[in-house]
């Protein structure tokens, strides 16, 4: 048999054809070991409400599974505790003093981000990912935080949510996924319940009607638990007693988008975080840096995760979750603006090293709240920095509506739980705490000479915070 010759030119097409067709099999089982990515952001869920850290009372089964499929990090910070400051850096992995949006973004307060500003969305898209947002959004401007679709829905109604989001989860165009599902419950909202002893607010719970698809859970006032940094007042159970009953119709949300995954046979390829954005709506929590308002639930589903339902102590905050979504998605940047740290590598570890400190950073909440906060928080020694310390402290409009505090000073009370009002309202130029002594900060050893060297050693920490991640803050150092 004649064999059939090959000029030079046809072998090197043919090696290229091969070469391009191998590229191409390696390129398409790369996409399709990539994962998809849920992230779920709550708001103002504090993380004393959860079964999974520790809260006989509340019903939260669906989040309570997700904690025993993956890992719950018990030492997981917002780096500002103001629903849309802390968004931005959620959505950029920068602290919101980098990224512009210092406080809220709606209406009259009107603060956005920088427009050089590359978010975790538009990462994605760049990498190949199909993105999409359905809830509440709270950040500025749209050509940042770009998403390919926004998913209608009821950002109160989670279960509905979950629902809306069958088509986005279930498309079959070869691409992995990304969808951002925020609630806007457990926020207060909703109006007064003036039918209820002690007026509470309703949390967005509806008294007749209810969500589709939604089982209410409801509380009575005499079980909730009432943490330390509340006062045990009765408006304070009603108060509570409404905001357990909005965490529980969050969790069938979270049960309803979990069934959905599964349903469409995603599930098995996804990572799943759950986050809230700040700590519950109460002062105390909320707009402070102080534990309760800065501590707060993560949970992360990685399908691929070796060991099952364990905790992580690591010390890591939300500016770093943008790196770490990257990372689950192969497409982290060798270089750019990300100021947080993938922690995907600890997801394994239950006691990891060199994650023992973070950082906060906090300016405004609404526009007539300037109070701007810098931490450093270690395993032992935390250090506040109140900027404007001559201010009195500002109040959120809901919080000081809130019967909560209202009923505090109406009664004259000296103590807003463990803190006094006094101390509440009126803050040192320094706060410094010793967490394992003192986990309810209530003590300041800032001017407590047996402190001085760690009060020195902390204030070096901040300014070199500061520095590498350009607060312009950094100058009160120097003049005030």
Known sequence: MKSKSINRRDFMKGCAAGASALISAKTFARENKRPNVVLIVSDDHGLETLGCYGN????????????????????????????????????????????????????????????????????????GYRTGRIGKYHVAPDEVYKFDVALPGNSRSPVQMAKNCRDFVGGDDGKPFFLYFCTSDPHRG????????????????????????????????????VPPFLPDLPECRAELAQYYQSVSRVDQGVGRLMRVLKETGKYDNTVVIYISDNGVAFPGAKTTLYEPGMNLPCIVRDPRQKKKGITCNALVNFADLAPTILDFADALPRKSALQGRSFRSVLNQEH?????????????????????????????????????????????????????????????????????????????????????????????????????????ELKAKLKAFQKRTKDPWIVKWQYE
């Open 190 to 225: 909703g109006g007064v319940a003036k039918d209820l002893p002690g007026a509470p607010d309703r949390f967005g719970n509806r008294a007749e009607g209810g969500y589709p698809g939604v089982e209410e859970v409801k509380y009575d006032p005499k079980d909730v638990i």
């Open 56 to 127: 006989p009372v509340i019903k939260t089964p669906n989040l309570d599974a997700l904690a025993g499929e993956g890992v719950r990090f018990t030492n997981a910070f917002c780096t500002t505790a103001s629903c849309s400051a802390s968004r931005s850096v959620i959505l950029s992995g920068m602290y919101n003093h980098a990224n512009g949006q210092y406080g809220h973004q709606h209406s009259y307060h009107h603060f956005i981000s920088f427009p050089n500003v590359k978010s975790l969305p538009v990462l994605l898209t760049e990498a």
């Open 352 to 456: 990891p090293e060199g994650w023992d400190e973070t950082y906060a950073s906090h300016t405004f909440h609404e526009i007539t709240m300037y109070y701007p906060m810098r931490v450093v928080r270690g395993r032992r020694y935390k250090l506040i920095w109140n900027i404007a310390h001559g201010l009195d402290y500002p109040f959120a409009s809901d919080l000081w509506a809130a019967s909560t505090w209202q009923a505090t000073i109406r009664a004259g009370n000296k103590y807003y739980g463990k803190r006094t009002v006094e101390a509440y309202l009126h803050r040192p130029k320094f706060e410094l705490y010793d967490l394992e002594n003192d986990p309810h900060e209530v003590k300041n050893l800032a001017g407590n000479p047996t402190y001085e060297k760690v009060l020195a």
